[in-house]
């Protein structure tokens, strides 16, 4: 089995040597150079990994071009920044190549103290809620860690090209009537500095992209004329969705 696995990445030279050796075999690392200045292609080419230049900033541009140069039928994602195992993919890939789901997501379970900043995972939290109430999908957890058919993911023509992008493909999974479903997956310390979740300002930012999707999705669920298309082969994890959540209220969710 051929999986790609598309490693976004601004500047993780320190990291890379780390999540490259651990692919399983079979698995090709695909690292999207999203402006590094570190030297992260020069590694990554070193080591094997087919790097693809994306001048265009943005975790979603990232995530579009290594999808754009991706060959093989099961794609994944993973973080560049040794936070996340490679190793724990295959799990993944076995439940959509047999026809269990067909987004498989790894929810993060942090395994050292300070993996995970509060505020990010307060923040995940309440996204999590809020996508639930739009989509019905049963998941604590927007992690990047998550495989799928290629031909599948194309087919869904994400647009986000920022940090709502991984939100962005579960909504669109759920309007296309995917199954989605998420398992544990180890979440250590990252490797480097952290773009986004790390500091307070990037979460406010990646929370600003998602919430602005979750609205446009229950905007346009309230105008279709067709409801979301019918789930594939079975019910899964996927629920009927529901309308009319807030932040404020999904919040209080969280808090109690």
């Not at 860690?145 to 290629?150: A, E, G, K, L, Q």
């Not at 994400?158 to 180890?186: C, F, K, T």
């Given at each position: ?14 990291a ?7 692919l ?13 200045t570190?030297?992260?292609?020069d590694?990554a ?11 265009r900033r943005?975790?979603g ?6 999808v754009?140069a ?16 490679p ?5 993944l ?12 997501l ?12 509060p ?13 639930h109430r739009?989509?019905?999908?049963r ?10 058919r ?10 986000d ?6 939100l ?19 979440y ?15 979460t ?5 992209d ?7 999705y229950r ?13 594939r082969?079975?019910a899964?994890?996927?629920a ?17």
């Amino acid at each position: 089995m051929k999986v790609d696995v598309i490693l976004p990445c601004l500047d993780e030279a320190d990291a890379l040597p780390t999540v490259i050796g651990r692919l399983p075999d079979g698995y090709r690392a695909i690292v999207v150079d999203n402006g590094s200045t570190d030297g992260s292609a020069d590694i990554a080419r070193a080591l094997g990994a087919l790097v693809v230049t994306e001048s265009r900033r943005g975790f979603g541009s990232a995530c579009a071009a290594g999808v754009e140069a991706a060959t093989a039928e099961y794609v994944a994602f993973c973080d560049a920044d040794a936070s996340m195992d490679p190793a724990e993919l295959p799990p993944l890939v076995r439940r959509v190549a047999e026809g269990r789901t067909d987004l498989a997501l790894g929810r993060r379970v942090p395994t050292t103290p300070g993996a995970w900043a509060p505020h990010a995972r307060f923040a995940n939290r309440v996204l999590a809620v809020l996508m639930h109430r739009a989509t019905g999908y049963r998941l604590r957890d927007l992690g990047p860690m998550r495989v799928m058919r290629r031909e599948d993911l194309v087919a869904l023509d994400l647009q986000d090209r920022r940090s709502g992008y991984p939100l962005e493909m579960v909504l669109a999974a759920h309007a296309a009537g995917w199954r989605v479903d998420e398992s544990d997956i180890g979440y250590a310390q990252r490797v480097g500095d952290s773009k986004v979740t790390g500091t307070l300002r990037g979460t406010i930012n990646a929370v600003r992209d998602m919430t602005r999707l979750l609205r446009e999705y229950r905007q346009e669920a309230r105008t279709r004329s067709v409801a979301p298309g019918p789930v594939r082969r079975s019910a899964g994890s996927t629920a009927p969705s529901a309308s009319g959540s807030t932040a404020a209220s999904a919040v209080e969710e969280v808090r109690s």
